[in-house]
């Protein structure tokens, strides 16, 4: 008989990333995974050759050097920062550190799929909560919670819907929380939100024992391939992370591009002022056509099909796939008649709204 997993394991569906190609002959548009379309900063870039110079060398295993940067950038104490193998494998960590067999993890029906994922890995049970207009909803939220619940991943903003939970709603979330849940603040697209009553939780995690933020390097750095992420917490939180992460969790390549691309503020501005281009353009134009687009504060935006008679999304994932345009298909988070697409660079984006335009008169065609 085969060795047996953890019963949680086997309830666990494989995470599936974006496509990278849909086997188009042409030139293809790949906007399924929330990448930087301007790349990362040439200083990263630079940094990342020059350390294939002492590839024989193990890292830092403490990233003394990428959780200065951070501290720099954003004014914390890199003592309070963990570095991890992006921010999943730091959603692990906690997952790992603190939930028990029988112990409650609360998130809402449309978030990352990594917090179930995370969840189940550490033999915990999942408990969904409803979102309201596709976004978390605090009261909802609160009504979950069981004398067994120890986490709560709250994703500000959240992916895939671009939805966002405002500052005092996140604080009279924690407020309310029980003593000893701990709150789990993903905040991987802060740097794209542009509304005044957003905080990604840097003070929430600096002035409690019990909240963590968590953020990556994948987005707005465009640092996607190296898996960058980090996590701020209390002095108690952080020992804890650091006593189940693995030694030499980010590479020394990473902790050099990263230390580049959190220094090069120019490129970054560069990276937020084309999605601010770009983010209300593409919804007035795909709305233009007839498809709904739910308000969206991140680098990406989801399209209704059930907003126009006989659209599907399915059918129209596989004619802008022909067409060389790359979407995701989000059904694994229950929204099976959406498709969530990537602000691209400005090609991308025009053969996208072309390609979406194309498909909404073949439906009138037929």
């Not at 949680?8 to 042409?26: D, E, F």
């Not at 890292?59 to 950038?73: Q, W």
């Not at 905080?199 to 190296?226: C, N, P, V, Y």
Request: glycine share 8%; with cysteine; charged share 20%.
């Amino acid at each position: 008989m085969s060795p047996q997993p953890r019963p949680s394991v086997l309830k666990i569906a494989p995470y599936v990333p974006g496509r990278a190609s849909a086997g188009h002959a042409g030139k293809e548009h790949k906007l399924s995974s929330n990448e930087n379309p301007l790349g990362p900063s040439p200083a990263a870039r630079d940094a990342f050759i020059a350390a294939a110079s002492a590839l024989e060398r193990y890292p830092d295993g403490g990233a003394a050097a990428l959780r200065e940067a951070i501290a720099k950038t954003y004014g914390l104490n890199a003592a309070n920062i963990v570095c991890g193998n992006g921010s999943d494998e730091i959603l692990g960590l906690i997952a790992n550190a603190y939930l028990s067999p029988g112990d409650e993890a609360v998130f809402t029906q449309h978030a990352f799929l990594m917090y179930r994922i995370a969840t189940l890995a550490a033999g915990g049970t999942p408990v969904v909560v409803d979102e309201t207009d596709l976004a978390a909803d605090v009261d909802k939220i609160l009504d979950a919670v069981t004398p067994r619940t120890k986490l709560v991943f709250l994703a500000n903003p959240n992916n895939p819907t671009g939805s966002y939970t405002s500052a005092t709603e996140v604080r009279r979330l924690r407020d309310a929380l029980p003593e000893g849940v701990l709150l789990v603040i993903d905040a991987a697209y802060a740097e794209y939100v542009r509304k005044n009553d957003y905080e990604a939780g840097i003070e929430l995690a600096a002035t409690r024992q019990d909240t963590i933020m968590t953020r990556t390097f994948s987005k707005i750095h465009g640092l996607a391939a190296l898996r960058i992420g980090w996590a701020y917490a209390s002095t108690e939180i952080i020992d804890t992370l650091h006593r189940v992460r693995g030694p030499f969790n980010v590479n020394a390549a990473a902790i050099a591009a990263g230390v580049a691309a959190i220094g090069d503020r120019a490129h970054v501005e560069r990276a937020i002022a084309h999605n601010d281009r770009w983010l209300p353009e593409l919804t007035t134009r795909i709305e233009a056509i007839g498809f709904r687009v739910p308000p969206s504060v991140g680098n990406f935006v989801l399209i209704d099909f059930a907003s126009v008679d006989g659209a599907d999304a399915a059918a129209a994932d596989a004619f802008l796939g022909a067409r060389g345009i790359i979407l995701r298909r989000v059904a694994g988070y229950g929204l099976p008649q959406m498709l969530r697409m990537t602000i691209g660079d400005d090609e991308a984006n025009e053969a996208t709204i072309a390609a979406l335009q194309a498909y909404r008169e073949s439906l009138s065609a037929s």
